[in-house]
């Protein structure tokens, strides 16, 4: 379905909707601030595809403008545990202090924030929003380089010189990123004040046929981490009895 351009920006908000933690929790916010909302969410051959229907399901929930998924198959680059045949870490010790906590993980998927944030960009000049939200944190370890403010900042720049928007002097293109600093703990106990079911969420890597989360992978691992800190049970359904209680 093709989009009728919009002539207003102060109202429209473009929010990349994974179906994950993070991003349900800036769609809240979004929500939270008076936007009308156009989700944007991706199906790139990812092997946790099960994040695509949770998105469904929390964007017609949050009852957005209009909810877009774009399929882009990632997988003919591969170089990356979610695109390629490359297994995902379990059971990594995810913490600053950890040997391997400095370096890239397998499971970064080679310019995804910046294809996904051009998607954006190409939809809010369409829609006529001046504001993108996208749910990148760089408190809480993930080691991904399209994840740093100075990314976005620079995104930003470049945003603002590659669209007639932005060029013309119509609109001035920011990239919200209201997550970029809290923690894990922080973004659950926020969400949970904007009143976000977690329930309706998914984070893990390498779930179950059925959708049930590992427990074991580096997002779990954090998830896990945020819910406990946070002193909240984490809703979702996971393997086994073991990770679920970490």
Same mark, same amino acid.
Do not use: W
């Given at each position: 379905?093709?989009?009728?351009?919009?002539?207003?920006? +102060?109202d429209?908000?473009?929010?990349? &909707?994974?179906?994950?933690l993070? $991003?349900?929790?800036?769609?809240?916010?979004? =929500?939270?601030e *008076?936007?009308a909302?156009?989700?944007l $969410?991706?199906?790139y051959?990812?092997?946790?595809?099960?994040?695509?229907?949770? +998105?469904? =399901?929390?964007?017609?929930l949050?009852g957005?403008?209009q909810?877009?998924?774009?399929?882009?198959?990632?997988?003919?680059?591969? *170089?990356? +545990?979610?695109?390629?045949?490359?297994?995902?870490?379990?059971? =990594?010790?995810?913490?600053?202090?950890?040997?391997?906590?400095?370096?890239?993980?397998?499971?970064y998927?080679?310019a995804?924030?910046t294809?996904? &944030?051009?998607?954006a960009l190409?939809?809010a000049?369409?829609?006529?929003a $001046?504001?993108?939200?996208?749910?990148?944190?760089?408190?809480d370890?993930?080691?991904?380089?399209?994840?740093?403010p100075?990314?976005?900042?620079a995104?930003?720049r470049?945003?603002? &010189?590659?669209?007639? +928007?932005?060029v013309?002097?119509r609109t001035?293109?920011?990239? =919200?990123?209201p997550?970029?600093?809290?923690?894990?703990a922080?973004?659950?106990?926020?969400?949970?004040? &904007?009143?976000?079911?977690?329930s309706?969420?998914t984070s893990?890597?390498?779930?179950?046929?059925?959708?049930e989360?590992c427990?074991?992978?580096d997002?779990?691992?954090?998830r896990?981490?945020?819910?406990?800190e946070a002193?909240?049970?984490?809703?979702?359904?996971?393997?086994?009895t073991?990770s679920?209680?970490?």
């Open positions: 379905m093709k989009t009728t351009p919009q002539t207003t920006s +102060a429209t908000g473009v929010v990349l &909707l994974s179906g994950g993070d $991003s349900t929790t800036v769609l809240a916010i979004a =929500r939270s *008076g936007f909302i156009h989700a $969410s991706f199906r051959g990812q092997r946790h595809s099960v994040e695509v229907d949770a +998105a469904r =399901r929390i964007a017609e949050a957005v403008r909810h877009h998924v774009v399929d882009i198959d990632l997988t003919l680059f591969g *170089g990356s +545990a979610l695109t390629d045949d490359i297994p995902v870490p379990k059971d =990594r010790d995810i913490s600053p202090s950890a040997a391997g906590a400095k370096e890239i993980p397998v499971t998927v080679p995804r924030n294809i996904f &944030l051009s998607y190409a939809l000049e369409v829609v006529g $001046s504001n993108i939200f996208i749910g990148v944190n760089a408190l370890y993930s080691g991904y380089p399209d994840c740093r100075e990314y976005i900042q995104f930003e470049m945003a603002n &010189l590659a669209t007639r +928007a932005g013309e002097g001035k293109l920011l990239i =919200r990123t997550l970029i600093s809290l923690s894990k922080a973004i659950i106990t926020l969400g949970t004040s &904007l009143g976000v079911d977690y309706d969420t893990c890597y390498d779930p179950s046929p059925n959708g989360a427990g074991r992978c997002a779990c691992q954090l896990l981490k945020g819910f406990s002193g909240l049970q984490d809703p979702i359904e996971y393997a086994t073991r679920a209680g970490r």
